[in-house]
């Protein structure tokens, strides 16, 4: 599709990560860096586009007293700031990355509290931005004011208008998504094993459980359902093809924001028209690279495409 990817994000954040040598929980931990970065899903999706050199408009709700990093953020990577500007602080969280096990610990802070008629502005600004780009990509949590069914109030809006929604949230936003009627759910969904087995209501311990419930959703629907599985890599379902993609173990210096660079990859694919093996390639490879950088960044493009050249698919 021609024009910008739009991503919209109700809940962002301000992710400041800490990098320490090792996290020893009860005791202190010195720091060997600090550093605050515009975040929140949508807005890390649209960072990792622009880096791709993928046109991108950001949208949905931020807080005005503490807006200057998502303002600086847009400024220096050409992104077009769309933002609903609203009454306080949008949240902090704070990322403990421990580099010797390559693990991270999230402290989410509470954010803005907005209502009803604020979701009401927005939907009316996708009317007229659906005009510039009809790819959206409608990603993260809620902020507190607002109902479960959020993100399905506006999937259903965008719909109408003849976007194509990717969809990546979890919990109560993910299942009320998943209810609405046919005609109403996103083209795309993005989950995680845990969010997939939250929806589920049951765990899903095998790659079979996990095909068997994405398959499921894929026949209520959803043209195409993504789910990350971590060191497993990725698996890419729809009405073609059941495809595992998967890269080699990569020490990560922080996870932050790698099912968001996989989401960026997919739908930067998926709107140039490539192949579902294609997709799948450049989707791992983007959450690969992200493995390596702190904040909502990617490598240059040519460390992207070597890591695309190394990513196998296999048919399941």
Known sequence: MSGPVITVTLNPAIDQTVTLDGLYPGSVNL??????????????VASCLADWGTP?????LLGKSNSEPFEALFEAKGILDRFLRVPGNTRVNIKLADTRRGETTDINLPGLDVGEEDL???LERLDDLTELGRDVVLAGSLPAGLPADSHARVIARLNKLGARVLLDTSGAPLAAALAAPRESLPACIKP?????????GRPLPTLDDVV??????????????????GEEGALFVDARSVLLARLPVIHALSTVGAGD??????????RGGASEEDIAR????????KLGRIGPHLPAPGVVCKLMDDVTVRII
């Open 192 to 200: 995680n094993r845990h969010e997939l087995e939250q929806w589920a």
């Open 261 to 270: 660079a996989l989401v960026a990859g997919l739908i930067s694919a998926w």
């Open 282 to 289: 450049r989707a791992v490879a983007f959450a690969a690279a």
């Open 56 to 60: 991108v408009l950001a949208t949905g």
């Open 31 to 44: 720091a060997k860096t600090v550093a605050s970065n515009a975040g929140g899903k949508g807005v890390n």
């Open 212 to 229: 068997s419930a994405a398959f499921g959703l894929q026949q209520r629907g959803i043209e195409k359902v993504v789910v990350s599985l």
């Open 120 to 122: 009401d502005r927005l």
